[in-house]
């Protein structure tokens, strides 16, 4: 799939996904807004305008009011791709999201998840 296409596709069209993934596997919502939060700095309410208003990836994470400085933290493989090796830092901005969501529905501890 093409980057520009993934960074034009709206957020609230992919938050439903990460929500029903930590679903399936016995997590929340809250759990998975809680990931969001503490990589992007949003609130419950600048979520909610985001996906109102159908941020597109580009948007939703350019508007961030505070990316984590721990983010950097997040390591390893989703899609086949290492986190920490992919140059672009949009993408590798969805992808730590990914990889947070996918550590949160193989039953790793929130605490661990949420670096630092």
């Not at 993934?21 to 807004?33: C, I, M, N, Q, T």
């Not at 208003?53 to 390591?75: C, L, Q, S, V, W």
């Not at 996918?102 to 661990?112: F, I, Q, T, V």
Request: with cysteine; glycine share 8%; proline share 5%.
């Amino acid at each position: 799939m093409n980057n520009e296409r993934v960074y034009r596709m709206p957020f609230a069209k992919v938050y439903p996904m990460l929500v029903a993934k930590a679903e399936r596997k016995g997590h929340s919502k809250e759990e998975v807004d809680t990931c969001i939060f503490w990589l992007t700095g949003y609130d419950a309410a600048g979520l909610q305008a985001q996906l109102d208003k159908e941020a597109d990836h580009e948007t939703f994470y350019g508007e961030a009011p505070r990316m984590n400085p721990d983010a950097g933290k997040i390591t390893g493989v989703v899609c086949g791709v290492r986190v920490e090796d992919i140059d672009d830092p949009l993408m590798q901005k969805i992808r730590w999201l990914d990889k947070m969501v996918d550590e949160l529905a193989k039953g790793r501890p929130l605490e661990k998840i949420l670096r630092g």
